[in-house]
């Protein structure tokens, strides 16, 4: 059974930081492209980051310059750092992993940036 679970949401002051982990039972971790996502109250999912299985990364344009996301293969998890962080960036955060036709989503962590 593959599990993706994702963890290190929280509550957060704007121009704060924050660092998201996931975690993914997956046999070849390795060769998955890993993506986080966010959908925030009222709009549509969205692409935040992704790190291919090479180590690539691309980040959506709000976000670039502020976060980050890397792996640790043998720990079977990946992360987002979060700098930065802005009042529109609160949502709940997804992690994806794909390979192929092979798409496992965790259920969310939320983030919530306020003052």
């Known amino acids: 059974q593959v599990q993706v679970v994702e963890s290190g949401g929280d509550l957060v002051q704007p121009g704060g930081s924050l660092r998201l982990s996931c975690a993914a039972s997956?046999?070849?971790?390795?060769?998955?492209?890993m993506s986080w996502y966010r959908q925030a109250p009222g709009k549509e999912r969205e692409l935040v980051a992704t790190i291919n299985s090479a180590g690539g990364t691309n980040f959506a344009d709000f976000v670039k310059g502020r976060f980050t996301i890397f792996r640790d293969n043998p720990k079977r998890t990946v992360y987002l750092q979060m700098n930065s962080l802005e009042s529109e960036d609160t949502a709940v955060y997804y992690c994806?992993?794909?390979?192929?036709?092979?798409?496992?989503w965790g259920q969310g962590t939320q983030v919530t940036v306020s003052s």
């Open positions: 994806n992993a794909r390979r192929n036709s092979l798409n496992f």
């Open positions: 997956i046999f070849f971790f390795s060769n998955y492209d």
